[in-house]
């Protein structure tokens, strides 16, 4: 089972923000930003690339989601940036599909 889906069952702690029926949001172990979340749905998906026309919602869930932490936090208004990791040249280093939740400082690098 994966570090994500142990998180989700209960496995491994974690440092939650926020949670549904459907997902789960923490805290980034190593965070890159003052304010760094993952957001992940409960139901493991390994890959942005697996997402497909049955369970596109999932990436518009989860956006919505960053969206209400990002007022929770604070950030809003600030700005934030989300980001999805697909494969090795991403650098996606959990595969689990997460989307990163970065914000409380400027942003470096543009894409
Ligand atoms: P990726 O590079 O796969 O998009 O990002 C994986 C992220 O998960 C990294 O930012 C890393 O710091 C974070 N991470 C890895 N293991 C754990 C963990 O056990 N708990 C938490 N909270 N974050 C983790
Ligand atoms: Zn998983």
């Not at 139901?43 to 497909?52: A, G, K, Q, T």
């Given at each position: 089972m994966c570090i994500f889906c142990k998180i989700v069952n209960g496995d491994l702690p974690c440092d939650k923000v926020y949670e549904d029926e459907k997902y789960l949001a923490f805290k980034d172990?190593?965070?890159?930003?003052p304010i760094h979340i993952l957001i992940i749905p409960k139901?493991?998906?390994?890959?942005?690339?697996?997402?497909?026309e049955e369970n596109k919602h999932i990436i518009g869930d989860m956006a919505l989601i960053a969206n209400k932490i990002a007022e929770d936090f604070g950030i809003h208004k600030t700005g934030y940036r989300i980001l999805i990791n697909n494969g090795p040249d991403s650098g996606q280093e959990v595969f689990h599909l997460h989307m990163h939740l970065l914000g409380g400082k400027k942003m470096v690098f543009t894409a």
């Open positions: 172990i190593n965070p890159k930003a139901e493991h998906i390994s890959y942005l690339s697996d997402v497909d």
